[in-house]
């Protein structure tokens, strides 16, 4: 989909469609949309004054042939109270009309931009928007319906767009957008798709590509650098595991700045292992690499973004297996750090291989970390489909996730840590045990389980169990995996 700028007036464009949206108040039709209601002849204020124009969040309203325009269609997209109006309205604006259009033989749009010129942040938020939105998790469909594509849009402004930053918007929107949808592919790709070792290659073949340095660990280098809690898993099954290493070094390295280390859960099939889950929506569990992926996602973006600090990402990858050589609930295994695990809970695997991740992330200079797992049910019970919970250990440091997670549009909440938690994961045989017994904070057990292995390192912890599948489509996203937490994390790491 070619994305560009367009600097000429909207009202002369002749265009498949010209999409832009008004907000819900007493009169939808003013400021810049009185303009056009002027062009039209009033249309636009009679469809108002009907009740059909009412500027709801996401109402589709669609005009054809509007008189005094040259465009073949004219969609208003509902975009609620102007009050609360921000880039992830935007976001879900654009990208409600393009799947909108998409389906009824549109290639070609303009998406107008309502107040002012257009800004870096507009444009941004608009290319993420329909980037996003033109997702598909239908790749193994032979019966697709090929007509139905958007080739291209333009962005515009009313009031006309800055060229510079319309398109820096538009650029780095699309360094963003591709991928989020790199890291959707991923996570969309069955099981027997993406093993372990076809992960390592996709993102050996990434990286390369975006130029990024690259180490994948096999299953004798695991072994030899005693990464017992990521094995502890993977020997259940027959496909070994792989440790994925990728690494940004900024241009000019600065002296004391901090060292990212971003760790990704990457179970590329969770049967729950000895443990073992229920039939029922099994097949879900092969989007448990979605942490994996969201954080390869994010070394892609930051390859062509280039920030200034260093960014070092690891991401353990294994199956969870119930094979005649897996663990079993009592198990003891010793982890990379030395500290030793009583597995209780065969299905509490995340938290397992996060462990020896999050230690090798360290040993190799991070001083920073973020982990990025669909580690519980229980998140999803706290805050379902709608936040990703977030888990800190250093206040100063999950503040500015925080607020990227504002900036970039993607909902997060702050979940505690408090140090009664602890007693929850003291083991009776070992160290510690790998889930609470019948406690309940099943989120926070699994973040104190993984807290253990971040030390003093400022740590947090990302659970997307409930946010990294979309159980139904939404206007503005396809049904199956969303890539959350990546377009947060690319803001935090180049607003450092
Ligand atoms: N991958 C699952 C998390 C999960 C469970 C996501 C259900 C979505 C729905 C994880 O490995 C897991 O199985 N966690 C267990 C932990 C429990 C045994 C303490 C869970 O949440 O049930
Ligand atoms: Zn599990
Ligand atoms: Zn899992």
């Not at 070619?2 to 039709?29: C, G, H, N």
């Not at 989007?287 to 892609?300: C, E």
Request: glycine content about 12%.
């Amino acid at each position: 989909m070619q994305i560009t700028l367009e600097t000429r007036s909207i009202v002369t464009l002749a265009e498949d469609a010209l999409v832009t949206y008004l907000f819900e108040e007493s009169d939808p039709i003013h400021g810049r949309i009185a303009e056009l209601d002027k062009l039209t002849g009033g249309l636009l204020g009679r469809l108002a004054k009907s009740g059909e124009l009412t500027g709801k969040t996401l109402e589709l309203t669609l005009v054809h042939a509007p008189a005094g325009l040259k465009t073949a269609r004219l969609l208003l997209v509902g975009a609620g109270k102007p009050g609360q109006f921000n880039p992830a309205t935007l976001r879900k604006v654009a990208g409600a009309a393009l799947r909108y259009l998409k389906t009824r033989g549109v290639h070609k749009f303009v998406f107008a931009v309502r107040e002012g010129g257009l800004t870096e942040e507009a444009a941004q938020a608009v290319t993420e928007g329909v980037i996003a939105s033109d997702f598909e998790s239908d790749k193994y469909k032979t019966d697709k319906k090929n007509d139905k594509f958007i080739e291209a849009l333009s962005i515009a402004g009313y009031g006309g767009a800055e060229k510079a930053a319309g398109e820096k918007g538009i650029a780095r929107g699309r360094f963003v957008g591709d991928s989020q949808n790199f890291a959707r592919d991923l996570v969309n790709e069955p099981s027997n798709k993406l093993t372990p070792r076809i992960l390592a290659e996709k993102a050996e073949a990434m990286a390369t590509e975006v130029g990024l340095k690259v180490e994948i660990l096999d299953e004798k280098k695991i072994a030899d650098l005693k990464m017992g809690a990521l094995l502890s898993v993977a020997q259940g099954s027959v496909e070994p595991p792989r440790v994925i290493v990728v690494t940004y070094t900024p241009a000019n390295p600065k002296l004391g700045a901090p060292v990212i280390g971003l760790v990704g859960k990457a179970v590329t099939f969770d049967t729950g292992g000895i443990s073992i889950k229920p039939s029922d929506g099994m097949e879900k569990m092969k989007y448990d690499m979605a942490g994996g992926a969201t954080m390869l996602g994010v070394m892609r973006a930051l390859a062509a973004l280039k920030p200034s600090v260093k960014v070092i990402c690891v991401v353990p990858a294994t199956e969870n297996m119930p094979g005649g050589k897996a663990q079993k609930p009592g198990d003891i295994q010793t982890a990379m750090s030395g500290k030793t695990i009583e597995v209780l809970n065969t299905d509490a695997e995340g938290r397992l291989i996060l462990a020896d991740g999050i230690h090798y992330a360290k040993q190799l200079g991070a001083t920073h970390l973020v982990d990025a797992a669909t580690l519980t049910g229980a998140i999803v019970v706290a805050l379902a489909g709608i936040n990703v919970g977030v888990f800190g250990s250093d206040q100063a440091w999950t503040d500015k996730l925080l607020a990227s997670a504002k900036a970039a549009g993607e909902k997060m909440w702050p979940m505690p840590m408090d140090e009664e938690y602890r007693e929850f994961i003291k083991g009776s045989f070992a160290d510690i045990q790998n889930i609470s017994s019948g406690k309940g904070g099943g989120a926070i057990t699994g973040a104190m389980f993984i807290r253990e292995f971040a030390g003093d390192t400022p740590w947090i912890h990302l659970d997307i169990a409930g946010t990294a599948w979309n159980d139904d489509a939404k206007p503005w996203l396809a049904k199956g995996p969303t890539g959350v937490a990546l377009r947060t994390l690319v803001h935090l790491i180049t607003s450092l």
